[in-house]
């Protein structure tokens, strides 16, 4: 069977400078695949190339059998896969509820609109008891809320999640990570870059370690998780 996700050979470059030198990986339909790496290690680079931020100098990359790398991005949404951006890619001037339903641009059924975005208010209570307010009122951990909100009312077939935990307290980076847990369990496909690598690797399937460009490390994330080198370098164990 055909991956939902397959990236052959990657390479992104800024100028002369290689971000990205030769990656390939895939992700199954269902899964939830994790990269992990230190800062710099092209992480980011690989997540805005897949969602067509970026487009790739070599390589290609396959969606449901469908090339799109170098595609724009608004079509590479349109097939079904979204991109919950690193930091603070909301529209800060707009009502939280505005930018969710920024997510929602492409469809057309109202009613299964008004229940995602209950849906979304369900996950992240803070998003309904502010609905009105201005999105750049929330502290960072909201937006990085509602910036996965917001990439949840596409629909998804395959949601990109870069550093869902970053700025968050604790107690948020918890929240976050069940939510991840529950839509795995609804089955569906997630691609998440952490910088918290003991979280992403709990519950991802598979994992890819990351460094200056390249992958060094692959496997099912239980495996990462016992991997000595890996608790060294990631995990913060001597
Ligand atoms: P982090 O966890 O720190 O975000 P990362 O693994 O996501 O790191 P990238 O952000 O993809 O890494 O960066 C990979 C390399 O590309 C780095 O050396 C970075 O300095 C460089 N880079 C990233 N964006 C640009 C840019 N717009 N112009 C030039 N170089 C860039």
Redesign the pocket.
């Known amino acids: 069977m055909m991956a939902l996700l397959e990236i052959d050979d990657l390479h992104?470059a800024?100028?002369k400078?290689e971000?990205?030198k030769g990656v390939s990986f895939s992700v199954e339909a269902g899964q939830v695949v994790t990269l992990i790496?230190?800062?710099?290690?092209?992480?980011?680079?690989?997540?805005?190339t897949l969602s067509g931020l970026l487009k790739p100098a070599a390589g290609q990359v396959l969606f449901d059998g469908e090339r799109i790398d170098g595609r724009p991005a608004h079509e590479i949404v349109a097939l079904g896969l979204a991109h919950s951006p690193?930091g603070r890619r909301i529209f800060p001037r707009m009502t939280i509820e505005e930018n969710l339903l920024l997510g929602a641009y492409l469809r057309r059924d109202g009613d299964g609109i008004d229940k995602d975005v209950a849906r979304a208010y369900d996950m992240f209570p803070v998003l309904g008891e502010r609905r009105g307010q201005a999105a750049g009122t929330l502290s960072g951990g909201e937006q990085q809320m509602l910036a996965m909100g917001r990439a949840l009312m596409s629909r998804p077939r395959l949601l990109l999640l870069?550093?869902p935990s970053m700025g968050l307290s604790p107690i948020m980076t918890r929240q976050v990570m069940t939510t991840v847990a529950e839509l795995r369990r609804e089955g569906m496909t997630i691609l998440i870059?952490e910088?918290n690598a003991l979280a992403a690797l709990a519950l991802a399937d598979h994992g890819h370690v990351?460094e200056t460009?390249r992958l060094v490390l692959s496997g099912p994330a239980s495996e990462l998780l016992h991997d000595e080198e890996v608790r060294k370098a990631y995990l913060g164990e001597d």
Do not use: H, I, L
């Not at 790496?37 to 805005?48: E, F, H, L, P, V």
């Open positions: 992104v800024y100028g400078v971000a990205v790496g230190t800062n710099g290690a092209g992480k980011t680079s690989t997540m805005r690193e870069d550093e870059v910088q990351m460009g």
